[in-house]
């Protein structure tokens, strides 16, 4: 692949991201209501899906934040939503940085 196709392709990635965040964006408003299971899998598998592309696209920082993201999220099916809510909103705050 040369190098004008890997920037359209990774052009691409970032116009998606900001799709990405607006799906955060609207978990984070529900996230004080305690969202339901469904909701945190989804957002889960999203941080997930960003852990891994961020990395193969070049965006390090992104890939960390959504990791921490996810294992975070992980935390709330354990039942502990009380003590995770404060770093869950932290890091959502971050993937916005």
């Known amino acids: ?13 970032v116009r998606r991201l900001r799709g990405y ?4 964006t609207l978990f984070e408003q529900e996230f004080l209501q305690r ?8 957002i889960e598998s999203l941080a997930h899906r960003l852990a891994g592309s961020g990395a193969a696209y070049g965006f390090t920082e992104l ?7 996810e294992l975070l999220l992980q935390g709330l099916h ?6 995770s809510y404060p770093a869950v909103h932290e ?5 916005y940085a």
């Open 91 to 95: 890091s959502l705050s971050e993937c």
């Open 78 to 83: 354990n039942d502990v939503y009380a003590q």
């Open 63 to 69: 890939s960390v934040k959504a990791k921490t993201l």
């Open 1 to 13: 692949m040369d190098t004008k196709q890997w920037q359209l392709l990774k052009n691409d990635y």
């Open 21 to 24: 965040l607006a799906e955060f």
């Open 35 to 42: 969202p339901a299971s469904e909701q945190l899998k989804n």
